[in-house]
């Protein structure tokens, strides 16, 4: 995956869930949202620090050090929601 993406078109792409059901009433919809996207981000901070800890050009390595302190605040703070 390209890293020029933002965290909203990852999540698009990743964090659809997998098993819904007919009957969802929308506290269960919204748990399932929530932990698929709590999902997607880690899957994405995983993914920018395996670039991150395969580059070896400074200037991209403090780009993806960015991207991955965002990420890990967004992480933080869906995780303080739950």
Do not use: W
Not at 9 to 20: G, L, S
Not at 31 to 54: G, P, S
């Amino acid at each position: 995956m390209a890293l020029g993406g933002t965290t909203a078109e990852y999540d698009r792409k990743f964090a659809t869930p997998v098993v819904t059901h007919i009957n969802q009433n929308d506290e269960e919809q919204a748990i399932l949202e929530h932990n698929a996207h709590v999902e997607a981000l880690e899957t994405y901070a995983m993914e920018l620090r395996k670039y991150f800890k395969n580059s070896e050009d400074e200037k991209y390595k403090r780009f993806l050090a960015v991207k991955i302190d965002c990420t890990n605040q967004q992480l933080e703070q869906l995780r303080t929601e739950e």
